[in-house]
């Protein structure tokens, strides 16, 4: 009974477009995703993370780049060249102290700095479609990517730059490290921020 009251009253709220209140202590962010090589905004608000006490929740939607309109990648384990469908990875770079950063949060600031950086796998997907949709969570007790990278300490007040990925064409003898593995050069990556 308690269950279809919860679902009734939301209901409601989405049909009237009434907002929820976030839950206490949490913040919900947006941001603009900018795309390859720090580009012009390619989709505004783009980008969403949510904070809380424990971690941090994030997700990213943009239109599917076309195969073979945009840069792949030269470096990394695994890659290919343009092909249908196409695999991408969200990466989740977290500064717990960005007061500390040597100047803009970036990869010297990632280890064992001030900032207290680190580097976060957060999704992988293949995509055929129109939309490129990928999220996922980083929390206090998740490991960083690299060993020597700083776990989140601090995911209330951290900057957190997400970036995607591309790998180019599905190559299924490449699973799972085509989407578990970043690609080089980093300047090809879409982009956001949250500071």
């Not at 209330?156 to 064409?169: D, M, N, Q, S, Y």
Request: charged share 10%; aromatic share 8%; glycine share 12%.
């Amino acid at each position: 009974m308690r269950r279809s009251f919860i679902a009734t009253v939301v209901g409601v709220v989405l049909t009237l477009g009434l907002s929820v209140p976030a839950a206490v202590g949490q913040r919900d962010e947006t941001s603009d995703i900018l795309d390859q090589g720090a580009g012009p905004v390619l989709v505004e608000n783009g980008a969403s993370l949510i904070r809380t006490s424990h971690g941090l929740s994030v997700r990213i939607a943009m239109p599917a780049p076309e195969p073979g309109s945009y840069t792949y990648p030269t470096a990394g384990v695994a890659f290919s060249g343009a092909g249908h469908p196409e695999a991408y990875s969200l990466w989740a770079f977290v500064f717990n102290f960005p007061d500390q950063c040597d100047g803009p949060c970036d990869a010297n600031d990632l280890g064992n700095t001030q900032a207290q950086g680190g580097a976060f796998f957060v999704a992988g997907h293949v995509v055929g479609g129109p939309h490129l949709v990928l999220g996922g969570e980083v929390s206090t007790q998740s490991d960083p990517f690299i060993a020597g990278h700083a776990p989140l300490q601090n995911p209330t007040g951290a900057e957190v730059h997400l970036a995607i990925a591309p790998h180019g064409g599905l190559d299924p003898a490449l699973l799972p490290e085509l989407i578990k593995t970043p690609t080089q050069p980093s300047s090809i990556w879409w982009t956001a921020r949250f500071e």
